[in-house]
Structures are given as structure tokens and as C-alpha cells.
């Protein structure tokens, strides 16, 4: 990324602690800039829904103390999971883990906080709440109070985006899964979203489906943080790897560099993508 | 279970699925509750309303093999209710009763039937909206109606699984056992799933206001 310009998203030493007391993120801090198309890549349980989930604060963990201390203090300064931030913590000092466009992301700032981040969940059938597929497109511009013209102008442009014109009527259980996967996609689109975090994208669709989703992501102008174990995915799609393992970031570069390391693939429970492996040519990333 | 298990006709295009949804809620309630204030004397307007009812079915086009399907579900219930009347009652005057509480069910089930099977329950729901139905009722409806099926084929695919690795027919009551224990697991299942749910309507923009585009 450029480091002139305001990043979309800058974590700070993030750190968060399940109810249960297992601790799911420690001392994360990673930055994203403004058209950066970013992969996200570790182990299952490595954090990677969690970090996502952090991102337009639906869960807020804390920041650890600036000093660097030993583990042990680390671990015991990481907020519990009912961990929100209250006024006087935030008079205290600055001590908010997530900033997106410089705005920390705190309870006063989430309505615009999650204008701009927009996040597709892993089930679409989570996602996917409404009778008909164009009321749920419309269901965030309609909770962004935009005038009824804008809000269908937003719906149609959002589903001819992901190749589903003309589906408003149809009703959820009527689709195929990729077509739920797609129809979530629009439902994020339409809030014209600068950042997209999107949480396995390409899981349980078939190769056509999953190429659909990935020219669709190719067109898309916004930033985005991808989630994925779909290693080839990320190969193609990201210029730049965060890899996390055990609620830590482990790496963090340009994606051919961290991808092409196998011991540090291994390590953290990847591989080497086959078309990095065979040295195929991948086609130039989009961003 | 398949997808439109509750309103499977209800995209048709006859002159029933083309009415205003409006209409026909009004139509349908009108029918229930003129149905369950007519006195036992005025038998013959039963009839009356049975064959309008039979009439509006009819012009839907609604199979009559799906109708006696759904009436077979529904029959036992009312009759369990219909044989309470004389067993309480006495037996003089309760076969009457009975039979009037079971023509009754029977005919306000068959509008109810018509009414979901003529119009999308997206559309009906905007009808009942505008009939003054308050709009969180209306989502809480919508949701029902969206994730029963989710919640269905989950346990479809729990029941599957579960069959999968049963090798002999379980005695009855370890049978009863793992039913207990797949309705346990769906409801933890469907709890966790609202959590999710609710955090990608959070990430939309949700404030606890229902908008709608109607």
C-alpha cells in the first residue's frame, strides 16, 4: 500500500477473549490502504472470523497496553468477551483497537462505521433473512434511510453486478447455493460498502460458480480483506498475505513471497498453492 | 422437506392468484368468522359457504389430491376436539356440536388454504401490513417463514446422519432417545444461527427499525 494516503482500516495491537476465557486474538495490528485487496489466510480456529468480525464491531476487543510486556501480562490485560469501551476508557487515552478511514470504531460510530465496511458471512443462509431476494438487497439501503428511487436504483444496480437481474421476486429457498452466495454479495454491494470483508468466499460453490464470484470480486472497486482457505483464490485475487495462526499475526507481505515459503506454510498448517508449486503463470493481480 | 411445502401454488395465474392480496385476506376472514358466529339453525348457509369455498378453491386450480393431503393433517386435531364436545357434554345434543365444531374447522381451513395458496407470502404479508398489521409482527412472521425451512433441512440432514450410522433398528425407547437428542442439538443449532443472523442484519445497517419498500 501507498503510505500517503489515510488507510480504509488500521488494527492496533487487537486483542480479544472469548466468554469462555480462550483467548481468540492477541496483539493483532495490521493496516489496509485504500484499494488494497488483502488475504487472509491461517489454520481453522486461527481467529480469522473473529478478526473479521472486529472490523465493523459486532465483537470489540481491547488494545493492549502500549508498553510490550511478557506474555503472561499480554495475556492477562486481553478483555473478556463482554469487553466494550466505555466513555472514560476512551477518555483515558486513546486505547481503541479499530480505526476504519481514521474513525475509531466505538458504539457512537457504528452506523457509519458499517456503511463502510461491509461483510459477507460464511452461511447464506445467516445472510439471507428477508421473503424475497430484492427485499433483502434492499435491506441495507433501506436502513440507510436512502429515498425509495435510490434504494431500487441500488437493488438493480447491485443485482446486475453479481449476474442476477431480474431475481427480485424469487424467494430465498428458491436459490441455488452459489445464487444465495451471489445474492449476499449484492445485499453488501448495495450499501456501497469501501471496504468488503468477506469470510470464505468461494467455500461449497463448484468451479463455475466460484469463477463467477471471483470476476465479480475482480470488478468490484472497493477494498477487501479475504478470508479463506481457498489458497488458489487468494494467489490470484491478493497482492498482499496476513497469515494467522493461534489468534497471532504470523506474516504479513507481498502474497507470491509468503505463499511460495513453504516451511512457513507448513508450519501454520497451509500449502503452497499447486499453481505457485508448477510456476504457472498467474494472471497479474487486479489492484 | 421441499422448499414450498406451505405454499406450493401459490404462483399461479388465475383470476384467485391475480386478486389483491388485501381482497382476499378480508374475503378469508370474512368467511372464518361469519363460519364460527352462524348458529346451529341456519345449517343450510354452512353449505353455502362450503361450496363458495369449494368454488374458490376450484378456480384456483389447486389440485384436490394436495387439498385432502393437508386436510388429512389437520382432520385429527379438530376430530380430537369434536369427540371432547359430546364425551363432556352428554350425548343428546353433543353429536350436533361435534359436528358443527368439525364443519366449522374444516371450512375455515379450506379459505385459509385457498388464501396461502393463491398469493407468495411475501405478497401476504405486505397485504396484512397494510391492513394494519404492525411491521416488527410482520418480520417476526417473515422469519418464521424463511427459517422454518433452514431449520427443516438441518434436521433432515441430523436425521440422515444419524441414520446413516445406525446399523439395526434401535429398540423403541433408545429410538425416542435420539430424537430427543436431534430436537436438543436443532434448537442449540437455531440459537446460535440467530446470533449469527442477527449480526449480519447489525452489519447492515440494522437499528431495531423494520423498513420496508412497500
Known sequence: ?287 | MPGDFLDRYSRGGTICHRMSPRLKIILTVAVIVTCAFLPLSNWPLYGCLASLVFVALSLAEIPIAYLTRRLLLFLPLVLMTAIAVPLSRGFAGGWQTAGTVVIRAVVAFLAALWLVSTTPFDRLLAGLCRLGLPRLFAALLAFVYRYIHVLFDELARMRTAQRARTFKRPPGWRDWKGAVQLVGTLMIRALVRAERIHGAMCSRGWTGKMHSLD
Do not use: W
Request: some cysteine; hydrophobic content about 40%; charged content about 25%.
Open chain 1, 1 to 287: 500500500m501507498s503510505h500517503a494516503e489515510v488507510p480504509i482500516l488500521k488494527v492496533e495491537r487487537l486483542s480479544y477473549r472469548y466468554p469462555t476465557g480462550q483467548i481468540a486474538l492477541c496483539d493483532v495490528s495490521f493496516q489496509i490502504g485504500m484499494r488494497e485487496v488483502v488475504g487472509l489466510i491461517g489454520p481453522n480456529g486461527a481467529g480469522k472470523t473473529t478478526l473479521l468480525l472486529h472490523l465493523n464491531g459486532l465483537l470489540m476487543g481491547t488494545r493492549l497496553a502500549p508498553r510490550r510486556g511478557e506474555t503472561a501480562s499480554v495475556v492477562e490485560s486481553v478483555s473478556d468477551g463482554g469487553g466494550r469501551f466505555e466513555a472514560e476508557n476512551i477518555a483515558a487515552g486513546n486505547r481503541v483497537p479499530v480505526e476504519v478511514l481514521g474513525m475509531p470504531v466505538i458504539p457512537e460510530n457504528l452506523p457509519e462505521v458499517r456503511r463502510i465496511v461491509g461483510i459477507l458471512f460464511q452461511d447464506p443462509d445467516d445472510q439471507l433473512f428477508c421473503p424475497t431476494v430484492g427485499d433483502d438487497v434492499a435491506f441495507g439501503p433501506l436502513n440507510l434511510d436512502f429515498p425509495r428511487d435510490e434504494v431500487l436504483r441500488r437493488v438493480g444496480e447491485a443485482l446486475a453486478a453479481v449476474g442476477l437481474s431480474g431475481f427480485e421476486g424469487r424467494s430465498p429457498q428458491q436459490l441455488s447455493f452459489g445464487e444465495k452466495r451471489r445474492v449476499c454479495l449484492a445485499g453488501v454491494l448495495a450499501c456501497e460498502p469501501n471496504l468488503l470483508a468477506l469470510d470464505e468466499p468461494s467455500s461449497n460453490l463448484d468451479p463455475r460458480a466460484r469463477r463467477g464470484l471471483i470476476e465479480i470480486l475482480r470488478n468490484c472497486p472497493a477494498a477487501q480483506i479475504i478470508a479463506s482457505h481457498d489458497l488458489e483464490l487468494v494467489a490470484e485475487q491478493c497482492s498482499r498475505v496476513i497469515v494467522l495462526d493461534q489468534g497471532r499475526i504470523q506474516a504479513d507481505g507481498p502474497s507470491r513471497e509468503i505463499l511460495a515459503d513453504e516451511k512457513l506454510m507448513a508450519k501454520h498448517g497451509l500449502e503452497v498453492p499447486l499453481s505457485i508449486q508448477y510456476n504457472l503463470k498467474l494472471s497479474p493481480a487486479p489492484h
